[in-house]
């Protein structure tokens, strides 16, 4: 199971900071979630103030968000 950020997120990083394996990082223009760590505990979903997470089942599936860059990085 791997989780996409869509257009709503505002890049605070509550994600980030959150997420327990580090699977979300910023990349150019956005997060990206990787699925070879993302466990599916679904804490990135539940802190999301904007609801920017979303699930998706094809691991392949674009999982970047653009335009706008986390300030929240580690």
């Known amino acids: 199971m791997a989780f996409v950020t869509i257009d709503a997120c505002q890049g605070c990083g509550a994600c980030l900071l959150t997420c327990p394996t580090h699977a979300i990082r910023p990349v150019a223009g956005g997060l990206t979630v990787r699925a070879d ?7 990135c979903l ?5 609801d920017a997470i979303r699930i998706v089942a094809d691991p392949d599936a674009i999982r970047v968000v653009e335009p706008h860059p986390c300030e929240g990085a580690r």
Do not use: A
């Not at 760590?37 to 804490?43: A, H, I, M, Y």
């Open 37 to 43: 760590r993302c466990t599916g505990c679904l804490e």
């Open 46 to 50: 539940e802190i999301c103030p904007v």
